[in-house]
């Protein structure tokens, strides 16, 4: 399967402050999502990335909070604007090579909002 | 509606015993169903998954168990081992977006 590295790997931010996180696949993949897991939560699903187009956003979740670019096949930004406590998450990127293909996940962004 | 719940929360089993875990949909739009295992610090990896048109799918001491009339299917682990300690998710998916059920930590003692 595709190796995916996410970066940073963790990172302790100030309240009101932004923090971009970069996800490299080292193979082309038709399909990238990321997702947020809340410390020892379930995964949700914030978007898919979508190569040269805006992301597709799931329900409670909106571009101007989590701001995403995939200029290619192989690499997808996250950003999350304005950071508040409740943003503390664990961030993570997936790729998949088709529709309803297998995906695969990164290691994921550990964030902390002070 | 997208839940899948998933139960127990949390599991312990003896080494050799047999680990299960079940999950319940509601939406019959879902056509993918994986299992996934986490390790602390570390981002879910794919164990296996099964699709709608099988009743049953295994990799080695790993078996999927699917019953599409009753929307629901389990994830058995035989032979369990302390290695095999970890969290549990299985999840569905509709047009490549997965949704997860809320996990389960499994404990395999000694």
């Known amino acids: 399967s595709a190796v995916i590295s996410q970066k940073p790997s963790r990172d302790i931010c100030q309240r009101g402050t932004s923090l971009t996180i970069q996800c490299q696949v080292d193979?082309?993949?038709?399909?990238m999502f990321w997702y947020r897991q809340q410390p020892g939560q379930s995964l949700t699903l914030i978007a898919t990335?979508?190569?040269?187009?805006?992301?597709?956003?799931e329900s409670g979740f909106v571009i101007d909070k989590f701001p995403i670019s995939r200029p290619n096949l192989t690499f997808s930004t996250l950003t999350v604007s304005n950071m508040s406590p409740e943003d503390s998450s664990i961030y993570l990127c997936?790729?998949?090579?088709?529709?309803?293909?297998?995906?695969?996940f990164g290691d994921g962004t550990r964030l902390s909002i002070l | 509606q997208q839940q899948v719940k998933q139960s127990p929360q949390s599991l312990i089993v003896q080494k050799g015993g047999i680990s299960i875990i079940n999950c319940a949909y509601e939406n019959t739009a879902f056509d993918y169903f994986p299992w996934y295992q986490q390790f602390p610090g570390k981002g879910p990896a794919l164990l296996i998954a099964?699709?709608?048109?099988?009743s049953e799918k295994k990799e080695g001491r790993f078996t999927i168990s699917f019953n599409k009339s009753a929307k629901q299917f389990s994830l058995h682990i035989m032979d369990s081992q302390p290695g095999d300690s970890a969290t549990y998710f299985c999840?569905?998916?509709?047009?490549?977006?997965?949704?997860f059920g809320t996990g389960t930590r499994l404990q395999v003692t000694l």
């Open positions: 990335a979508n190569q040269g187009s805006e992301a597709t956003y």
């Open positions: 099964i699709r709608p048109d099988v």
């Open positions: 997936s790729v998949g090579t088709g529709l309803n293909q297998p995906q695969h």
């Open positions: 999840a569905a998916s509709t047009a490549s977006k997965l949704t």
């Open positions: 193979s082309q993949v038709t399909m």
